[in-house]
Nanobody, 123 residues
Framework: VQLQASGGGLVQAGGSLRLSCAAS????????MGWFRQAPGKEREFVAG????????FYADSAKGRFTISRDNAKNTVYLEMNSLKLEDTAVYYC?????????????????WGQGTQVTVSS
């Protein structure tokens, strides 16, 4: 199983980035997918989640109105479009796949995690 996150980088405040997470070794089309992030010295936190068929999406309050999660089951890939980036969005971003019970914000829902991609927002 592999979840390969990419698309991170250095961006100025107010800018945009699009993260991708390509999955292999799982039946991607059945998986709930989520994005989390972890800033230095902080706990990993939920950012966004999407159901297997993209019928429902969920966002942390910090992401609402600025971030959009989407998926392409034909490409086994989940995306996170991030706009109007702020300094406080600086973190390592992780994608995760899961089938367990629970809310999308709960890390217990997820079975597999990607390696993370660094997002750095500068002033």
């Amino acid at each position: 199983v592999q979840l390969q996150a990419s698309g991170g980088g250095l961006v100025q405040a107010g800018g945009s980035l699009r993260l991708s997470c390509a999955a292999s070794g799982i039946i991607f089309s059945t998986a709930r997918m989520g994005w989390f992030r972890q800033a230095p010295g902080k706990e990993r936190e939920f950012v966004a989640g999407i159901t297997w068929n993209a019928a429902n999406t969920f966002y942390a309050d910090s992401a609402k109105g600025r971030f959009t999660i989407s998926r392409d089951n034909a490409k086994n890939t989940v995306y996170l479009e991030m706009n109007s980036l702020k300094l406080e969005d600086t973190a390592v971003y992780y994608c995760a796949a899961g089938w367990n019970r629970g809310t999308f914000a709960s890390q217990a829902l997820y079975d597999y995690w990607g390696q993370g991609t660094q997002v750095t927002v500068s002033s």
